[in-house]
């Protein structure tokens, strides 16, 4: 296992309402990463983080936001969720160093999150 | 813009029949090309990581090759618990990992 831990495994949610996700990790690796998993498409990153403060956006970030204020923990948050992130959410980390990117992510198991 | 496409969709195979999954690709400069596979209701298992042409990787019954231009994943003698969905993805110039929408594969007994 790669010391990744999502919570909650499950949600079911409301139209309108805040959501947060977290993310937690073991391995103190530098870079934590936030996607999106849908029948039809790969997985799409949404927000990533390259240490404490540091974020930016992926490919499909309207409507997240995240934080990271410890290395091991960083957050995904729905402001207002709408049906259209009813979706599996995946984080990942990887280890620094490398030549930008060589190394592998890994993966937690996911969050099924369902916005009715 | 780093493109994947993974081919066939599904694949069903018979134990001890042998085959292979494509990921063909385009990319602006490679840095690395990943193979994953994912259990239904898991995250994605690292299995490879291929950095240039001619390169190969094994793990038991799974072999993993890269072209300029395609990669493959040879499944020799397959079992059922070999049966999962594998993902291919990579990394470019840009540092972003590219997924591809992945190979359902089942093995009957």
């Known amino acids: 296992d790669a010391g990744i831990t999502q919570s909650p495994r499950h949600k079911v949610t409301e139209t309108g309402t805040p959501v947060t996700l977290r993310c937690h990790q073991t391995?103190?690796?530098?870079?934590m990463y936030w996607y999106r998993q849908d029948p039809g498409h790969g997985l799409r990153l949404i927000h990533y983080s390259y240490g404490v403060k540091d974020t930016d956006k992926g490919e499909v970030s309207d409507g997240y936001s995240v934080s990271r204020s410890k290395t091991e923990d960083f957050l995904l948050t729905l402001e207002s969720a709408t049906s259209s992130q009813t979706s599996v959410y995946f984080c990942a980390i990887r280890a620094g160093g490398g030549t930008g990117g060589n190394q592998p992510q890994h993966f937690g198991d996911g969050t099924r999150l369902s916005i009715l | 813009e780093d493109q994947v496409t993974q081919s066939p969709e599904a694949l069903r195979l018979q134990e001890g029949e042998s085959s292979s999954l494509n990921c063909s690709y385009t990319?602006?400069?490679?840095?690395?090309l990943f193979w994953y596979r994912q259990d239904p209701g898991k995250g994605p298992e690292f299995l490879f990581t291929?950095?240039?042409a001619g390169e190969e990787k094994e793990k038991e019954r799974l072999k993993a090759t890269l072209t300029k231009k395609e990669s493959f994943l040879h499944i020799t003698a397959p079992k059922p618990e070999d049966s999962a969905t594998y993902l291919c993805?990579?990394?470019?110039?840009?540092?972003?990992?590219?997924f591809g929408k992945g190979i359902t594969l089942s093995v009957r007994p």
């Open positions: 990319v602006s400069g490679l840095r690395g």
């Open positions: 291929l950095y240039s």
């Open positions: 391995e103190n690796h530098r870079y």
């Open positions: 993805a990579l990394t470019g110039a840009n540092s972003k990992l590219t």
